[in-house]
């Protein structure tokens, strides 16, 4: 049951409830509201922009790929098979959709306070026209209401590109990918700009189960040797022209930890062919593998720096904790979980070697929010290549965004950062989550401006800048 | 001088000041404020409430046994004797408790915006009656007046206990103990609910002094051979069942990390024959130490899958910190000291042994905030036997309160919490630490509400949950 | 342009907007906003109060020696010679400081949202009158107006002192220091109270550059032999003396970590040999380095018993992390990290040999706030010896600030902390920063006190305390 003087989508949701304060964050809002959506790192699948058929049930849409969802429904006992997620080589009858969204909607309570409530309120009542928080009494309403609409020309991926206000859309390949799907949306004549971005990880990460198969498919794509140091370099400039040629701006690198190194070139070469060699005879060390990690990142710094490819850096994250529930399910179930992560020390090595180059652009997320204030906002206030990226993942919310900006701002500034990323693969909840970003950011600067810190006409500069001109500017798009 | 504005308890106190939501605030507080209290973690004396004898003078009651109180009286140079704790082993006449009264009356000041202010104003304001801040000028006549009150019936322990609203009272006890004061309440007919927790430190950490004195008389207790790994582990299961008797639904454990172990059975058990070897002979390593303790976390959590016991880990305090202070007075003297605390790595082969189990629960606390986003509440978010105790020691304040559900709602949810611990021995502070962090909770939900990020009836649910419903489930009471 | 309803300087500035909160606010202000600064720690020149000459022109005096702004610029691609900063050793015109202001001009918006900002708009409007933020536009016209009052008496160094109401003002030295511009102050009769701070670092770290001929000097100038452990603790003993008799009543330790040590006698001096030794071989370790730092704070806190000095201890800044920027142009270019910081470990030993001492006073920073309320706030609670140092340098800020007093006070209180202190080579920022501290102060007491967590009498107190009476008592002056 709603109740009717709070909507699920107040006008006013996310802003601070002091009215004087409130009012100049409507003001600010107002002006950058309807700004069109720069989404330069994300997970959507270029496929859909290719094919543009309609998008499948809502539960396959919703619910089954989305980690926050499975998450919190794993964590209060709810099995994934429930949720639709597969096992992996066992005999399993998944659940029809329908039922899948009724045991979601059964359990939506456990939202309460959590973005993803935020996000799927959005969708629902924005793009589905549902009234009111999901029940079990409208559950099966609400199904079917989405499975009409997801049927007509309206919700396939284009028309909803457009009715977003996307104006680019990045998404994010291996360099093994053909990216035909990009391909594709180019040879269509569709101009809605969906961009690649470059993610060696498979490459780089030896560690990565079938490392050698991805050397051997990557010196194939590029024509090189890629079981030699310079075959190997050749490969990746290589790759990165091709996915610079779809419209790429950026590379991602999402490591462990955000250790790099700066080896002379002959022991960056030894290192690279003992890992090769250890790699093939399964004596592989941990040290050598986080080693040529952290020499591969100031190695795609030097390439930016000749191609000018933006460089992003994800650390931090302990992968796939639940070790039973990996060999179950496979990755991307929900285990990630953050662990401390130093930049000072980690970075030192690539800072040293590049961190002063002012035609290099390398901007850092973190799990770690102890970081911020303690390492990060010191780093990008000094450092001419340094951008912080927001707020990331678990952080990706509400106070999360708002400690990011509390955190950061009185050493870093405004404009050591980069604007939003929503880097995910819920299509459909883009719009919600830079909505969000926007409201809090304006939130932020009307606190600003209420306690005289700021001048609001200044502040109404740099809430436009946030939302459009420095994701566009730190991306070069 | 009290300002008459603001009086020591104001019914709005703890509410945010802004109008909308304070009126928010009030609403929620109202439907929660008389619940029953639910404490399912604490350190009174079961004594107490087998005997039902007056408390003796207010100094032995409110002062000396605080470690709160006498850690800041302390630090601002009040010698420890003055607060009436007394020296080991040395010639010692305390002070007369008027005495110790009305040094601490004289530095009450010192408590201004602490927890221990709030809980003391509250005591002597609702339990005693007093009017107005502790001063020097009123302290012969507040210690006479709690004095009278403390003669008369209604403050006996039962009474008192009635009185407060309280539904259940967990007490500690190690399993070397009798248990004879549980026994004695539940052979008097009185009907309050105290049920005592199996903490086994003293027999769980090899490096407690008199650790195979403690073995010794667990076997004895038990009927088992306390020095062979089997008849360890049945001694174990023996005096639990026993705990589970008297209606402990819980275990604690308060280790220096949180580190766990899940050895082979031959390695478990050549690692506690080895413990027992070296502890008689004086040769205990560190390392072994520390496995031990990490292995029995393991073997605790196994037995709770058997019995059902709820599972509590507190880790991450350095003991008795101030070694030359230790030496004259022993521990609880105000000198333990938070650590860094690591729980990604830490909890992993627990929770990849146990983790995904359904029908175990393991409640973990924290003294190092900076985990409450970074690692706990992803952790809590996801396995499902993992739950996130509320703010604890340092952190029950209310500063530490609000911090706690900004730092781990929005990723594990307010399902993933299991409400409000008072973990005191000071049994008049009771309803007021339950009060404060009712009053937080719901200042908290009218933020969300405020801001239109949760409507006002779900929010109800929640304070309702918080308040009561979940410490229940969660402990199985 | 400015908006003229948000002066760059409001009266409210730094208050909450809440109105009931902003009013306790401006109540608890108004009592202590004229009290006297106390500045008991900070970096400005002597020589300027024995000269009292003209300051030179507004670049050199306001910009190029402020590494919070040069720092700011560099991360935007300013070059640090455009800002006037000097390369070592290489032939270089530096700009005119007409075009280093345009510069600083052209990019102020950088500012936005930090205290630089705060700081700069105080020192245009109120000592230089100039009105509205800093363009491009008024650039040259600022430049003009600074100018032209510099030239004049009410803006020579004493004039200022007296006009900032300044009651006494610590500045710091090396042992190696003559301190003749103290010497100078005193003899001149002018009355402002400028003393010295004794900071033996260069003579303590053996790590540092000319370490040998440090100690050279410092026995030369005590007349003890530097290079025999006794006489190198006498030659310490000397100088702390002849600082005490220019009136310094403090030390200053600023190590890269906060380990302490109590070595033993021998151990010490042999450790103080072997140090002497390698550090003239080029075969000094990092570990001895480290040890010994360690050491030399425990043997000045046993010098402070003796001589009453108050110890500051400053760690946990990674030095001149921008290698090839420092060989170019030294230190203090805004590249100083901070780290992780251990207090609970490191300084165990010093605490466990003098903690328990109420005649010594120990003040310690922090760089990582993660540390204020899992250790710092207890260690504070406890020691007797032991104060917190207000929020420290990126911490310097009003969300840093707040921070301090919102993660300290529960279980530090208010009088374990010290008051603020300002730590600035900035002379003419002095006010503005102390009246942003005593802002946030009350801010976070009006918030108490509208929260009803503390009457408003006992509040105005706590404030009067915390910009006044605290910082004189904790550094005895």
């Known amino acids: 049951m709603t109740d009717p003087a709070h909507p699920a989508?107040?006008?006013?949701?996310?802003?601070?409830?002091?009215?004087?304060?409130?009012?100049?964050?409507?003001?600010?809002?107002?002006?950058?509201?309807a700004l069109p959506i720069i989404s330069p790192h994300g997970h959507t699948d270029p496929r859909w922009f290719?094919?543009?058929?309609?998008?499948?049930?809502?539960?396959?849409?919703?619910?089954?790929?989305?980690?926050y969802v499975i998450r919190m429904l794993y964590s209060q006992g709810v099995p994934l098979e429930a949720l639709g997620v597969e096992p992996?080589?066992?005999?399993?009858?998944?659940p029809a959709p329908e039922t899948i969204w009724r045991t979601f909607a059964a359990h939506y309570h456990l939202f309460r306070g959590t973005p993803t409530r935020l996000w799927l309120d959005w969708v629902l009542t924005e793009v589905f026209g549902v009234d009111g928080p999901l029940t079990s009494a409208n559950a099966a309403q609400t199904y079917e209401r989405i499975c009409e609409q997801l049927a007509t020309p309206a919700f396939r991926p284009r028309a909803l590109f457009e009715r977003f206000g996307i104006e680019v859309l990045a998404t994010t390949e291996s360099p093994l990918d053909s990216l035909e799907h990009h391909a594709a949306i180019r040879a269509s004549g569709w101009p809605g700009r969906v961009i690649s971005a470059y993610r060696p990880d498979p490459v780089v990460d030896p560690e990565t189960p079938g490392f050698i198969a991805h050397l051997e498919r990557l010196g194939a794509l590029a024509g090189t040797d890629p079981f030699s140091w310079r075959g190997y370099l050749a490969a990746h400039r290589a790759r990165r022209a091709f996915f610079a040629s779809f419209g790429a701006t950026s590379t991602d690198h999402g490591h462990p930890t955000a250790r790099t190194a700066d080896l002379g070139e002959r022991d960056a070469e030894a290192l690279f062919e003992r890992v090769v060699r250890t790699v093939r005879s399964g004596e592989l060390s941990g040290a050598d593998a986080e080693t040529f990690r952290a020499q591969m990142l100031t190695e795609m710094a030097r390439m930016s720096l000749e191609d000018g490819l933006v460089m992003q850096i994800h650390p931090g994250a302990w992968r796939n904790h639940n070790t039973p529930l990996y060999r179950r399910f496979g990755a991307n179930m929900g285990a990630d979980i953050p662990m401390p992560t130093d930049y000072v020390a980690a970075l030192h090595p690539l800072l040293n070697r590049f961190g002063n180059e002012r035609a290099l652009t390398?901007?850092?997320?973190?799990?770690?929010?102890?970081?911020?204030?303690?390492?990060?906002?010191?780093?990008?206030?000094?450092?001419p290549a340094l951008r912080l990226g927001p707020a990331w993942w678990f952080h990706d919310s509400p106070e999360g965004l708002l400690r990011f900006r509390q955190?950061?701002?009185?050493?870093?500034?405004?404009?050591?950062?980069?604007?939003?990323?929503?880097?995910?693969?819920?299509?459909?909840?883009?719009?919600?989550?830079?909505?969000?970003?926007?409201?809090?950011?304006?939130?932020f600067l009307a606190r600003l401006v209420a306690e005289h810190r700021l001048p609001e006409n200044e502040a109404l500069h740099v809430a436009h800048d946030l939302a459009y001109r420095l994701p566009k500017q730190a991306y070069r798009l």
Chains 1, 2, 3 share one sequence.
């Open 362 to 383: 390398i901007i850092v997320f973190t799990l770690d929010e102890s970081s911020y204030s303690r390492e990060l906002a010191p780093l990008a206030g000094h450092y």
């Open 407 to 443: 955190q950061t701002t009185e050493t870093a500034g405004f404009y050591n950062t980069v604007g939003f990323n929503d880097d995910t693969r819920a299509f459909f909840s883009i719009p919600a989550r830079h909505d969000a970003a926007r409201r809090i950011d304006c939130a």
């Open 9 to 33: 989508l107040h006008p006013d949701r996310l802003f601070p409830a002091e009215p004087t304060t409130r009012a100049i964050a409507r003001r600010l809002y107002a002006e950058v509201r």
């Open 88 to 94: 992996n080589g066992e005999r399993h009858t998944p």
């Open 50 to 67: 290719a094919a543009n058929e309609p998008f499948s049930d809502p539960a396959a849409l919703l619910l089954t790929p989305d980690h």
